[in-house]
């Protein structure tokens, strides 16, 4: 099983940037689709962005498209979210999830629904400051 660990969050004026990454670690072999998804103080939990094995294809929620930004390193198991602009509403635990795929029939895929993953990180707290 593959282990997903955020970092990055944090306290960050409204207009600031952040940048969040999520590396795996465990039985990380094989092929991932990957997504972030966040969840704010008495709502559900929600995806933010979402990027393809390759890396080809990539979704944005519109509530971020624009200010947001999701990229991967596969030579390092590692996926990226690059936030700026960010909003008081922005704040919330932000989580990554992982998805494995078959490069070959799901490379290009990405996927948006908390039921499409099955590995979870632990989340990581970003905060904006009005």
């Known amino acids: 099983q593959v282990q997903l660990g955020e970092s990055g969050g944090g306290l960050v004026q409204a207009g600031g940037p952040l940048r969040l990454s999520c590396a795996a670690s465990?039985?990380?072999?094989?092929?991932?689709?990957m997504g972030w998804f966040r969840q704010a103080p008495g709502k559900e939990r929600e995806s933010v962005a979402a990027i393809s094995w390759s890396g080809s294809r990539t979704y944005y929620a519109n509530s971020v498209k624009g200010r947001f930004t999701i990229s991967r390193e596969n030579g390092k198991r590692t996926v990226f979210l690059q936030m700026n602009s960010l909003k008081a509403e922005d704040t919330a635990v932000y989580y990554c999830a992982g998805r494995q795929v078959s490069p070959l029939a799901s490379g290009n895929y990405y996927y948006t629904k908390d039921e499409d993953y099955n590995a979870w990180g632990q989340g990581t707290q970003v905060t904006v400051s009005s």
């Open positions: 465990g039985r990380t072999a094989g092929a991932y689709a």
